[in-house]
């Protein structure tokens, strides 16, 4: 018997990536979050497999503020605005942080 076992990463946060689409007027489906969506979720993967906490990525419905999308939520940690692949890393960084109480 090993003492050893292979258990997944701690699990972090959940986060929340809009991708509603709107037919009149912005929204983040407008504003490319569906390339935010999988390109956070492939790095999510990435990182828990190197150690990192697991953190949840998800698509969501309207998060609101549709002109400043694509809009990100980390769920009870902070929402951010006109999210690109150059953030993901840093989002992903503060969902891992402990949560607020």
């Given amino acids: 018997m090993s003492d050893k076992t292979d258990s997944p990463p701690p699990r972090a946060a959940t986060v929340y990536v809009c991708t509603n689409l709107r037919m009149s007027g912005a929204s983040c489906a407008g504003q490319k979050s569906k390339a935010v969506l999988q390109a956070m979720q492939r790095r999510a993967d990435e990182r828990a497999l190197t150690g990192h906490p697991m ?4 698509s969501s419905v309207c998060l609101g503020y549709c002109g400043d999308g694509p ?6 940690g902070d929402f951010y605005h006109h ?10 960084d503060a969902a891992e942080k402990p949560k607020r109480a």
Wanted: glycine share 4%; charged share 25%.
């Fill in 83 to 92: 999210v690109g692949l150059d953030d993901i890393d840093a989002i992903l």
């Fill in 55 to 58: 953190v949840t990525v998800r």
């Fill in 71 to 76: 809009n990100v939520k980390v769920i009870n």
